[in-house]
């Protein structure tokens, strides 16, 4: 009978209010500051909530390919595990072409986190 807002409408909805009347309203600059700074994290934790299954998926597939099968549990405890196994490899001094493989394999991971925590961070390759 009642809809109600997923926790990414409700976050993105916060660091609106935050960002645009709450600050607009502030007088007191320090105060208006801390009303941005809450607003930025809002809208991060917009963006987490948004990607968080859909990249979990994705690096679950990849981290499991470079470092065979997990061990059981939860989603995120398994993610975890085979960081921990390719950290641990990667501080054996790994042939080049596996570190390559690695690195190559890690990037995107790496990408998607970036895109939400600093969503302006240039990911690419290339030098300008």
């Known amino acids: 009978m009642f809809d109600h807002p997923d926790s990414k409408t409700v976050l993105a909805g916060l660091a609106e209010f935050l960002a645009g009347p709450i600050k607009d309203a502030l007088t007191d600059p320090a105060l208006a500051f801390r009303a941005r700074v809450a ?5 991060t934790l917009a963006a987490q909530v948004a990607q ?4 979990e998926v994705a690096a679950l597939a990849a981290l499991t390919q470079l470092a065979g099968p997990p ?3 939860d989603r995120r405890a398994q993610i975890a595990a085979l960081e921990t196994r390719l950290a641990a490899e990667a501080r054996q001094d790994p042939a ?3 570190l ?3 690195c190559r394999a890690l990037r995107p991971i790496l990408a998607t986190e970036l ?3 600093s969503p302006k961070f ?3 390759l290339e030098l300008k």
């Open 122 to 124: 240039d990911t690419s």
């Open 100 to 102: 390559q493989a690695l």
């Open 96 to 98: 080049p072409e596996r």
């Open 115 to 117: 895109a939400v925590v």
């Open 71 to 73: 061990p059981p549990g």
């Open 52 to 55: 968080q299954e859909a990249a």
């Open 39 to 43: 607003a930025h994290l809002a809208s």
